[in-house]
């Protein structure tokens, strides 16, 4: 089955600094990938939406610029925290696409971030 | 606007025992829904998913939900807990058949005993 890999799972940095997550598609192209975050005792929340070689969509109320995201290759997308804060703490999780809109979305294993 | 809320953010059986995981949902639009399992360390595994065909869904693992559109319900069930059913399992509801762009419910942690 199709399968989406993203690093690291673990990620411990301190405040003010950048920390970037990998999302790969290991057996398909993927031209579109979803960032989603979770905060403790909350939900799944859809952070953006990336298709390849074009802008992400952001979701209201997250910052594009804080959020970086870049997808550059039907393999890869990265999200990038800049200056990360505590409050940026959550667990990271991706999903990606071959095709179209009717195309399941396969997840990643999801990245855990904590600021200090 | 849709969403979904989980009762229970942890639920215990005994092996052997039925599983019964509760999901309501809101929507504007006729939803579909699905339900996915996350073990330790893997990502999101789509178990079964509703999209307006038959309410009772039948999906992987023994697994199955029905669909309550008067009660906007979709319950998860096995009749039978195994030790591996041990897991989070997320509902979600999306206006794609396919589950892009997905709501979550704050997921449910199924502890089984032995």
């Known amino acids: 089955g199709a399968v989406v890999s993203q690093h690291p799972s673990r990620v411990i940095c301190k405040s003010g600094t950048s920390v970037k997550i990998e999302c790969r598609s290991l057996?398909?192209?993927?031209?579109?990938m979803f960032w989603y975050r979770q905060f403790p005792k909350q939900s799944l929340m859809l952070m953006a939406t990336s298709n390849e070689g074009s802008k992400a969509t952001y979701e209201q109320g997250v910052e594009k610029d804080k959020f970086l995201i870049n997808h550059a290759s039907l393999t890869l997308s990265t999200l990038t925290v800049t200056s990360a804060h505590p409050e940026d703490s959550s667990f990271y999780i991706c999903?990606?696409?071959?095709?179209?809109?009717?195309?399941?979305?396969?997840f990643g294993q999801g990245t855990r971030l904590t600021v200090v | 606007a849709q969403s979904v809320t989980q009762l229970g953010s942890h639920v215990s059986v005994s092996e052997g025992a039925l599983v019964l995981l509760r999901c309501n949902y809101s929507?504007?639009?006729?939803?579909?829904l699905f339900w996915y399992v996350q073990y330790p360390n893997q990502g999101l595994q789509l178990l079964l998913k509703y999209t307006s065909a038959a309410t009772l869904v039948k999906g992987i693992n023994g697994f199955e939900a029905e669909f309550k559109k008067s009660e906007t319900s979709f319950h998860l069930t096995k009749p039978s807990a195994h030790m591996s059913d041990a897991a989070e399992y997320f509902c979600a509801v999306s206006e794609s058949s396919a589950g892009n762009k997905l709501t979550f419910g704050g997921g449910t942690r199924v502890l089984v005993k032995p």
């Open positions: 057996d398909f192209q993927a031209t579109t």
């Open positions: 929507s504007s639009v006729p939803p579909y």
């Open positions: 999903s990606a696409r071959e095709g179209t809109a009717n195309t399941e979305a396969f």
